[in-house]
């Protein structure tokens, strides 16, 4: 499957997403318990510049300070894996298939896009192919995810849920998390 589409879709509802975010939100607490609105934001900025990085062959860069930037990264990490031979190989920094990695991209992209939205109480659609493509890549990734603390411990979800919320349990979120 082409996940090019989906990371440009993800990024462009994330981007839209951080821009409607105001100043007296950043404090807000969010789903990834070890951050608040600010420290999403800034963790976004840090993946989308690791995984510009990634796409251009590059060692990542060291997590820096929230700068409010998110849509601008974005849109250069699309650009550098919208090159044919971003896909190719491994990741010099993460050691991992360049596939793997883009998967983990759309991973953050469209789970810290919801943090974000049930922090702030705006509405958030998961793009259906994306959460199809992703529910059997976190299954695989879990444990690892988990050991490298990537992923919380998992939340149970009931089977006939919402795929989108199979997936956020899976990988540590409580889809029925509120502020």
Known sequence: MN????MKDA???TSALV???????????????????KGVLAHLEWVASMFESAGRGEE???????SGD????AQRMIAAWERPEA????SPGMGLPKPVLAHMCLTDLVVHGWDLARATGRPYEAPEDAVAELLPFARQMAP??????AFGPEVEVPAEAPAFDR????IGRDPAWKP
Do not use: H, K, N
């Open 3 to 6: 996940l090019l589409p989906m």
């Open 11 to 13: 990024a462009e509802r």
């Open 19 to 37: 821009r409607s975010i105001r100043d007296d939100e950043l404090t807000l607490p969010t789903p990834c318990s070890e951050y608040d609105v």
């Open 60 to 66: 990542p860069p060291a997590q820096g300070e929230y």
């Open 70 to 73: 998110f849509p601008e990264r």
């Open 87 to 90: 896909w190719e190989g491994v």
């Open 144 to 149: 690892m995810g988990r050991e490298r603390g």
């Open 167 to 170: 997936l956020l349990g899976l």
